[in-house]
């Protein structure tokens, strides 16, 4: 490399070296922070580039609790799982406690409460009268299974999980609960170890994690046997699978790259980067199957399905372009994109098929016996040739997807998706007003109190994920982070498919299969609130203490909430005092 010194060259003129100019547009972005793609001068190493490792709490911080090296890294191991479960486990109790609280059919329970137990014993749905609920509720055991097919518009996963709590625990609310609630626990812990893989921090996972557990939409639907839950689950588990499988890719290739002897750095390899074959991938397998069950639970599943596999591939794409791919493009679609097509469409497809079992064993079904019909009337015709489940399994979702897109009935409770990120119309779930002295409202009440669960997302979290969305957009946009990319995908998955379906009738709490991905937003620019490593002391302890005011207000709104979300009676002076917007009534 030709040296700029003056007495580099003796008898010649200095040289400055020649720097590519970027182009123009980059040259304006620069003013809204962006930055462009320098990765070969960058003073991180390829290897940290491909898997960056973890970040530990400074030495300086360990030292103030007098804890040596030693035993503080035992503790940052242990953290990494402990933290976690500590985080789960409060959000556990929270979602258990009172379960079966109220002791009613609230809602859309009255379908999928009672689509589940059916399908748990007979293997597939029946049609219920029209007034059993309250005979459910007075002596279920004296409720027989209706044996006459019902006709039912979402496949059977979450009806399946459903049901297992109730033939566990029986049929009444706690147990049709249940399994809502455990995944909705779940879900928490997955968020957190997500969190921690994502941001390499244990603090910001642990956050995210604890974002969701005082997030009120999620709170309700975790006690509520609704299928959005549990398709939120799945989703998570999809996105947490991929996540692992990127980090695992990654190491494949670095673990392939060239080691300089001396430095013990790896070199970037175009051949190894565009030729290397990256094995036996089975955390995107999982993820196929949790994409399965996500579509089995709920069809906006298959949207999620679509905008993950293209994330998936992009995520390699980048992978070998960092390890020096010349071409990562070609690369990838010589290497890794039929792969990942077989490993998440085709093994999605077969889960969603294997969750009908129980409606194509049996021959009571609804529409179970329509091939066998038409067989009888004209002879089988094109596609006789196909199996009669298979051709009464698609006739049935040909009618069940002209319900949906036609489905416009006018509700009290629908919203547009444009409102849903502001808390523009949630959804009441149920509502009583007792009198002072009954139903646990205060003898010495001056009026009537409130009994309600409102399906709401904590107003502050939701208010601040605004801003959080945003700034992932700037993040992702001008600073090329892929975590932040990562995150949107999710947000956008969850909820931009519900803007081509603004004619229909829709609900704000469908959108609880974001909430997760809107926790990590938040986490996200709660850690850049507190600043970069590095920042100076007067400018980390300032971002702690803004960040740590926002994420207890956070926590005090959910707390402030919590009547509403439980159906605990209150004054209706309270209760007014908490229906900040007039579209929440």
Not at 120 to 134: F, L, M
Not at 337 to 361: E, H, K, Q, R
Not at 519 to 534: D, E, K, Q, S
């Amino acid at each position: 490399m030709t040296s700029t010194a003056p007495e580099a060259l003796e008898g010649q003129h200095p040289v400055a070296p020649t720097v590519a100019e970027p182009p123009s547009w980059q040259r304006r972005l620069r003013q809204f922070g962006y930055r462009p793609d320098t990765s070969g001068a960058l003073s991180v190493g390829l290897r940290e580039r491909l898997v960056p490792p973890y970040a530990r709490p400074s030495e300086r911080l360990w030292s103030l609790f007098l804890i040596g090296p030693a035993a503080a890294d035992r503790i940052w191991r242990i953290a990494a799982w402990a933290g976690p479960l500590l985080v789960a486990l409060v959000a556990g109790v929270l979602r258990f406690w009172n379960l079966g609280k109220p002791h009613a059919v609230i809602f859309d329970e009255t379908y999928y409460a009672k689509d589940s137990w059916a399908l748990i014993n007979q293997g597939y749905e029946g049609a219920w009268p029209k007034d059993i609920d309250k005979t459910i509720l007075n002596d279920p055991g004296a409720v027989l299974v209706p044996t006459d097919p019902g006709y039912v518009v979402h496949p059977p996963v979450g009806k399946w999980v459903i049901g297992i709590g109730e033939k566990l625990f029986g049929f009444e609310p706690f147990g049709w609960r249940f399994m809502v609630a455990l995944l909705g626990t779940l879900s928490v812990l997955m968020l957190c170890r997500i969190g921690r893989r994502l941001f390499r921090s244990t603090f910001l996972g642990c956050l995210a994690g604890l974002l969701l557990t005082v997030d009120g939409l999620h709170f309700v639907m975790s006690r509520t046997a609704l299928l959005d839950q549990v398709l939120m689950f799945f989703v998570l588990a999809a996105f947490g699978c991929l996540v692992v499988d990127r980090d695992k890719a990654r190491a494949r290739l670095a673990a392939g790259l060239p080691e300089d002897a001396e430095e013990g750095i790896l070199r970037p390899d175009a051949s190894v980067a565009e030729t290397l074959r990256l094995g036996w991938r089975p955390w995107r397998l999982a993820a196929g199957v949790m994409l399965g069950l996500a579509a089995g639970t709920k069809w906006n599943g298959l949207y999620i399905m679509a905008a993950f596999g293209l994330m998936t591939v992009l995520w390699d794409i980048g992978a070998r372009r960092t390890a020096g791919a010349i071409r990562p493009y070609t690369a990838v679609l010589k290497r890794d994109l039929v792969p990942a097509f077989v490993s998440v469409v085709p093994v999605a497809i077969g889960t969603y098929l294997l969750s009908w079992t129980g409606w194509i064993v049996t021959d009571k079904g609804y529409f179970r016996n329509w091939a066998a019909e038409q067989d009888k009337l004209n002879g089988g015709g094109t596609w006789g040739w196909l199996p009669d489940w298979l051709r009464s399994l698609w006739h049935y979702e040909t009618e069940v997807y002209k319900f949906h897109v036609g489905l416009s009935s006018p509700h009290t409770y629908e919203s547009n998706p444009w409102s849903w990120i502001v808390l523009g119309r949630p959804v009441s779930y149920f509502y009583e007003s007792p009198a002072p002295g009954q139903n646990g409202c205060p003898a010495d009440a001056s009026d009537k109190c409130a009994q309600e669960v409102l399906a709401l997302g904590t107003p502050l979290l939701w208010w601040a994920a605004c801003f959080a969305i945003l700034y992932v957009l700037w993040r992702w946009a001008f600073r090329r982070d892929w975590r932040a990319g990562a995150i949107a995908c999710g947000i956008a998955a969850g909820w931009a498919p519900w803007f081509l379906y603004q004619e229909r009738t829709i609900f704000f709490f469908y959108a609880v299969v974001f909430v997760p991905f809107l926790c990590l937003a938040v986490a996200m620019m709660i850690g850049a609130i507190v600043g970069p490593a590095g920042s100076s002391e007067r400018r980390r302890t300032f971002g702690a203490v803004a960040a740590g005011v926002l994420v207890l207000l956070i926590v005090w709104n959910f707390i402030y909430f919590w009547p509403l979300y439980t159906g605990e009676a209150i004054p209706i002076q309270g209760w007014r005092n908490r229906m900040w917007l007039d579209t929440w009534v």
